[in-house]
């Protein structure tokens, strides 16, 4: 019995070294496991502190895209508008030059009838210095005549003064003559 028993305690035994063996070699796995677990579990914090990075990088990104979203649809309406209001100034630029070419025409216009109306104000002026010229020259005569007619009565006028005085002289023979032969009729003598 002795020996069973002895034998079953190292047989226990042998169990117990592989019991411990298996227990150590659990243990030994369980610590390989456990740094393997801290590894996957670091790598997954990594990972988690990655996503949440990217979660903050993508909240911004789309913050960023509503932002362009929002600043795109300003855009489109001022493009809209900038369209409506190109429009618009396109139909007052045509306008426009619509009025300009009636400008133009009346400008053409007018400065047609101003060149003839400047050819007609040469014109009269070219009769006006002719007819300037014709009466300077008319002028010129009747103050030569005027010369001549001054040179004349002043001839004329001591012709008178020698004609005066010798009436007078003659006047007072002519009243003696009247008394004796009577009175002499007269006759109106034109001088030259």
Known sequence: MFLTKQKKIEHLQ???GLKEAEIKAMKNERQAEKKRLFAVLNENLKLK???EICDGMTAKHLQSINSFKVTLENR???VKRL???LCDKETEVFELEGM???AEQVQKALEREA???RQRIYAACAKMRRQIKAQ????EVLQHNIHAIMATYEQCDDRNRQLEGLTREQGGRLAVYEKLVGEI???EVVSE
Do not use: G, N, S
Request: overall charge neutral; charged content about 50%; hydrophobic content about 30%.
């Open 115 to 117: 060149r003839q109306k």
């Open 14 to 16: 042998e169990i117990i």
């Open 83 to 85: 369209k409506e209001l």
């Open 185 to 187: 009729p007269r006759h």
């Open 136 to 139: 300077q020259q008319t002028i």
């Open 100 to 102: 300009l070419d009636d």
């Open 49 to 51: 502190r990655r996503v």
């Open 76 to 78: 489109v309406e001022e």
